[in-house]
């Protein structure tokens, strides 16, 4: 992968696979996992392919990193 390619993809996105299921990632990583816009990732949570964030703070929304991985399996088998 070229190193301009590699600087676009977010570090979360890169090494997701490492994370801890207990860790928590922003809309970026979910785009890029779900490869889709901010649009469809919100319409996947309404529909409930996707899981509901959390807020942390008023400006600061993050997904579960294990519930992630749960709905990303739950479609690779459908």
């Known amino acids: 992968m070229s190193e301009k390619v590699r ?3 977010p ?4 090494n997701f696979d490492q994370l801890p299921d207990s860790a928590s990632v922003r809309l970026p990583t979910v785009r890029g996992l779900f490869a ?5 990732v919100w319409r996947g949570v309404k529909a409930g392919r996707i899981p509901k964030p959390r ?3 008023p400006r600061t929304t ?3 990193v ?3 991985r749960k709905a990303l399996n739950q479609s690779a088998h459908q």
Do not use: H, M, V
């Open 7 to 9: 600087e676009n993809i």
């Open 11 to 14: 570090e979360t996105l890169q």
């Open 36 to 40: 889709c816009s901010s649009a469809s």
């Open 55 to 57: 807020k942390l703070s």
């Open 62 to 64: 993050c997904w579960n």
């Open 66 to 68: 294990g519930e992630l």
